[in-house]
């Protein structure tokens, strides 16, 4: 990783990527539940899927000039995006029965097991400043949760 006292340099274009994703995954987690008027979670979920092809494959082209994904990742990839895809479902399937803002807040918890699967198999520190903020995200997440009846 880094020596002791070296600082990693952080490219802004992945700031700007950053921002991208919470202002279109924000705006699209809340319309979700405008959408389940006239579909169910089912349906969302496969118009989620239709985007994601109308959007990858440009992109994958744009990227490398072809389609082409390397048969040798497969045993790592399929599951990947059979796991987003399923946890899409399970999303979509929990703000059916949730107020938006109580599922959106909850969803964002995976950040918690990413960085503890990260510590166990990437070697990643959890610093005194990074356990702050789980337990910060875990406050955060319970007072975005509560509903006072």
Do not use: D, H
């Not at 497969?74 to 399923?86: E, N, R, S, T, Y």
């Not at 107020?99 to 959106?104: I, L």
């Not at 702050?132 to 875990?138: A, E, F, K, R």
């Amino acid at each position: 990783m880094f020596a002791k006292g070296e600082q990693m340099t952080l490219p802004l274009s992945g700031f700007g990527f950053l921002l991208a994703y919470v202002v279109l995954v924000g705006t699209a987690s809340f319309l979700e539940k405008f959408s389940m008027k006239q579909l169910n979670p089912y349906q969302v979920n496969f118009l989620m899927a239709i985007g994601m092809v109308i959007t990858a494959t440009p992109a994958l082209w744009l990227k490398q000039g072809n389609l082409i994904v390397p048969t040798k990742t497969l045993p790592l990839g399929a599951p990947i995006g059979i796991m987003m895809a399923v946890g899409s479902i399970c999303f979509v399937l929990a703000l059916a029965k949730l107020p938006v803002g109580m599922a959106t807040a909850i969803s964002t918890s995976y950040v918690l097991l990413v960085v503890v699967l990260s510590r166990m198999f990437l070697n990643e520190t959890i610093s005194w400043m990074k356990l702050s903020g789980m337990v910060l995200t875990i406050a955060g997440v319970a007072l975005l949760s509560w509903q006072q009846k």
